[in-house]
């Protein structure tokens, strides 16, 4: 059972680069969320997800696109990366039965 | 607008000795209140989830209370650990429109270091 993985776990890109941040889960969780943290700041939330085909914004949504096709996998899309997209990226689920959250490790991005 | 602030920023202890963080919301309507801890280069990891009907949970040397009232929560650990140095996040959820599991918000963190 490996929980929430996510890849990669570095990443530097170049002003106006894309990039996918990949995200899967094997616990069969239907939330999924994807977090930004900076430093010395709190988590914020970028987007979720209520279950397969279902997304929704949260409270940093620009510049990010997520897509939902099976419960495993929420990647989560960087289009024309800019400097303040710099930060780390965390995956999570939820089991709505225990609202226990799970994380993953982490992808640390850099835009230069 | 909702706010979860955490205090102190940081803090440092001997071994052994007890200490107690401290979370302060404005979170509504409140649905759960969570603490995390988070280990550096790594993702936060669950230490307690209280609902309002709960006003004091425990794990292991974690002991978690919420005044739901106050709208205040606090984390004592108790006999520290050198483990023990993380950030300690606390972490609100709302029940605005059902979507309870979709917006939780996060504290900055406090930053325990224990020293031997």
């Known amino acids: 059972n490996a929980g929430v993985t996510q890849t990669p776990k570095f990443r530097i890109l170049k002003i106006g680069q894309s990039m996918t941040l990949q995200c899967a889960q094997d616990?069969?969780?239907?939330?999924m969320y994807w977090y930004r943290q900076d430093p010395g700041m709190g988590l914020k939330l970028i987007y979720y997800s209520v279950g397969a085909g279902i997304t929704d914004k949260g409270e940093v949504p620009n510049g990010y696109n997520v897509s939902r096709s099976t419960t495993e996998d929420f990647p989560l899309r960087l289009e024309l990366a800019a400097p303040s997209q710099t930060s780390v990226y965390f995956c999570?689920?939820?089991?709505?039965?225990?609202?226990?959250?799970?994380f993953g490790p982490g992808t640390r991005l850099t835009v230069t | 607008k909702n706010q979860v602030e955490q205090s102190p920023q940081s803090l440092i202890i001997l071994e052994g000795k007890n200490c107690t963080l401290q979370c302060n919301y404005t979170v509504s309507p409140f649905s759960n209140l969570r603490w995390y801890k988070q280990d550096t280069g790594r993702g936060p990891v669950s230490l307690t989830i209280?609902?309002?009907?709960?006003n004091t949970k425990s794990n292991g040397r974690y002991t978690a209370t919420l005044d739901a009232d106050t709208k205040q929560s606090s984390l004592h650990i108790t006999a520290s650990q050198l483990s023990d140095s993380a950030s300690y996040i606390c972490v609100v959820g709302d029940n605005a429109g059902g979507t309870s599991y979709g917006k939780l918000t996060f504290g900055q963190g406090t930053i325990l270091t224990v020293h031997p």
């Open positions: 999570a689920t939820v089991d709505r039965g225990t609202y226990e959250q799970y």
């Open positions: 616990m069969n969780h239907n939330y």
């Open positions: 209280m609902t309002f009907s709960e």
